[in-house]
């Protein structure tokens, strides 16, 4: 307990401090890549350092008389902890529902889907090329519980991700 009170109260200084240096961003929307599953991206800046992120996903694939379709959505909310001339350092919690066609994603077998919900915890940084152009690289910690079709048992990992230069998400302002 004490651990999460002293967490909190850290990130609450973080988010003060880089708010009387925080760059304007309020009113900022950009269209962008963050997630390789979910690649169609939306970010809004409700204030200098509060945004939220949409990312959509969508692959139907051609099984002959059928296609096996599956879907991701992720949902993540960036909070800027400290501003640089040209970029910024974030942490950004997200949520991601996955509806997955187990004939792609699972035994191949049966016409039903596996659902998938992560929750992630990811610090990055922002850097912009240009005025209006951004790369970001993440980190963090992710959470997975997988629910397979029928009577199996729900599947939990935990573990750590990261992103390298290949994997960067793009960003475009207007």
């Known amino acids: 307990m004490i651990r999460k009170i002293t967490t909190l109260i850290t990130l609450s200084a973080l988010l003060v401090t880089g708010s009387a240096l925080a760059a304007d961003r309020t009113g900022e ?3 962008g890549f963050n997630n390789s599953d979910a690649p169609v991206g939306l970010r809004y800046f409700f204030s200098e350092n509060v945004a939220a992120d949409l990312g959509l996903g969508l692959e139907s694939q051609d099984l002959g008389d059928e296609s096996a379709t599956s879907l991701w959505v992720e949902f993540g909310v960036p909070f800027v902890l400290y501003d640089y001339d040209s970029s910024f350092f974030f942490v950004r ?11 792609i994603y699972g035994t191949g077998s049966i016409d039903d889907t596996w659902s998938v ?5 990811n610090l990055g940084a922002e850097v912009r090329l ?3 152009f ?4 993440q ?10 079709p029928g009577d ?22 207007f």
Request: aromatic fraction near 12%; glycine fraction near 12%.
């Open 29 to 31: 929307f950009a269209l």
């Open 93 to 103: 919690p997200a949520l991601t529902f996955a509806s997955l066609d187990d004939r």
């Open 117 to 121: 919900i992560a929750l992630r915890l």
């Open 130 to 132: 240009a005025e209006r």
């Open 134 to 137: 951004g790369l970001t690289f």
């Open 139 to 148: 980190h963090g910690l992710g959470l997975t519980s997988t629910s397979p």
């Open 152 to 173: 199996g048992d729900n599947l939990t990992s935990f573990g750590t991700f990261g992103e390298n230069a290949t994997e960067a998400g793009v960003w475009f302002t």
